[in-house]
């Protein structure tokens, strides 16, 4: 499968931005589906994840005002609402069977798109 990340952009703090996780090639099927993110200088950190049953999770610096839903078979949303600047990072969305996600092992990533808060 092929993920194609999209939505990043400027946005001042506070504001809101969208981004999606579009697969080609196939569908997500039974794939947990996850947003993880990496801000300069610093490591790649987890986001959010949703299951294919649409149980979500997330990192607690997001919690309340990230919300990740999959529309269809094929998109996975990541709703971001009152973006800070410490949002600012490259997101990035991944894809993987259920128990190699639960070990933390994402198969498939996208190519990341870039979300930049200014305060």
């Known amino acids: 499968v092929q993920l194609q990340a999209s939505g990043g952009g400027l946005v001042q703090a506070g504001g809101s931005l969208r981004l999606s996780c579009a697969a080609s090639g196939r569908t997500f099927g039974t794939d947990r589906v996850a947003w993880f993110r990496q801000a300069p200088g610093k490591d790649r950190e987890f986001v959010a994840y949703?299951?294919?049953?649409?149980?979500a999770s997330y990192a607690d610096s997001v919690k309340g005002r990230f919300t990740i839903s999959r529309d269809n078979a094929k998109t996975v949303y990541l709703q971001m609402n009152n973006l800070k600047p410490e949002d600012t990072a490259v997101y990035f969305c991944a894809t993987a069977l259920p128990e190699r996600a639960r070990k933390g092992e994402y198969t498939y990533w996208g190519q990341g798109t870039l979300v930049t808060v200014s305060s």
């Open positions: 949703v299951t294919w049953t649409a149980v």
